[in-house]
């Protein structure tokens, strides 16, 4: 009988259910779990049901029965996939699930950057409009998106979903894509994009080649003032560089709902960002409407289950 070890519960809301496997299994469940609990907790498990804690090449050794890591998100860059499949262990994630929820948070991050949502929202709550003695005031930039370029960093399912609203708003799509194929329609260079981009929007997962790809180097090669919005991976951005990229105009505006580690340290750059005017944290939930969590439970036990039957689906390759 399979013993199935959750180790971190809290990060799908306690309002989605999560179903039990068909078949005949022991289920153990834990809120959270740090890397130092994770051998006393998971020795005997044959499924490890995980979304963010890391699980590296010691502590793969030190389980024995294990037979299935099975990650409740797209990213899987907290295993050791190597160490995994050497020890005959594959990793299997959730796909296709976010294709709503992400670009509709990139949106409402994108839209409320370039019309100063936030800030004209503070100032009428700190008596702003009525020390204006008008019937509007003008603090904070407000600008269209329509007409403008809208540069995407990944032309997956997500990169592709936030194109067609971008379209919708009238602006102008291009996209890197390493994996694009030559002279696919909208694919441009990464020079290309950054130098000529209004908004620039991040999709595309956190490698070796793309960690800290947005660094000063970048920003200085920006031409437009551009948006930047991450909804991906916080390793995706060098954030002390955008501090000064902000500080010297080469950015105008910043929408971040990923950083690492993650959640921030109180002192970290991440934080000091979140203090300015022109940027909008979120705490890592453009991935989470409810709809889209009911649909990643499902289809994690989908994966599970067909593990089990003998036909593994959304085996991810190792590293």
């Known amino acids: 009988m399979h013993k199935i070890v959750v ?19 022991e289920w153990v469940e834990y809120a ?6 994770v051998i006393a907790r998971a020795k005997d498990a044959t499924i490890i049901i995980n979304n ?14 294990l037979k299935l890591i099975a990650i409740a998100a797209t990213g899987t ?29 990139t949106f409402a991050l994108l839209l409320s950057l370039a019309r100063s949502i936030v800030p004209y929202r503070q100032e009428v709550l700190e008596g702003a409009w009525q020390a204006a003695q008008q019937f509007c005031f003008f603090t904070n930039p407000i600008v269209d998106l329509a007409g403008r370029r809208l540069g995407i ?25 390493p994996m694009a194929k030559p002279g696919t329609a909208g694919v441009v260079s990464l020079d290309e994009l950054i130098e000529t981009s209004h908004a620039i929007t991040l999709h595309c997962p956190l490698t070796d080649e793309t960690r800290g790809m947005f660094d000063m180097a970048a920003f200085r090669r920006m031409k437009n003032q551009p948006i930047l919005i991450n909804t991906a991976r916080g390793g995706l951005i060098v954030e002390e560089a955008l501090e ?27 934080m000091r960002l979140a203090r300015r005017r022109n940027v909008i944290c979120t705490p890592h939930i453009a991935w989470a409407s409810l709809e889209a969590q009911q649909a990643l439970a499902d289809q994690l036990i989908d994966n599970v289950e067909n593990f089990v039957a003998g036909s593994p689906t959304n085996v991810v390759s190792p590293d």
Do not use: W
């Open 244 to 270: 000064v990229a902000l500080d010297e105009g080469l950015v105008s505006a910043a929408g971040l709902d990923v950083t690492l580690p993650e959640p921030p340290a109180p002192d970290s750059a991440f």
């Open 7 to 25: 180790l971190d519960r809290d990060t799908i809301a306690p309002e989605v259910q999560v179903r039990r496997p068909s078949f005949a299994h």
């Open 32 to 37: 959270r779990t740090s890397p130092s609990e």
């Open 52 to 65: 963010k804690v890391d699980l590296r090449a010691d502590t793969l050794a030190q389980l024995p029965q």
């Open 153 to 177: 960093v990944g032309a997956g399912v997500l990169g592709s979903q936030v194109a067609g609203i971008a379209r919708a708003f009238g602006m102008d799509v291009v996209f890197y894509d």
């Open 77 to 105: 860059d907290c295993v050791d996939k190597t160490a995994a499949a050497a020890q005959g262990v594959p990793t299997v994630n959730i796909r296709g699930y976010a294709k709503a929820t992400v670009p509709e948070h």
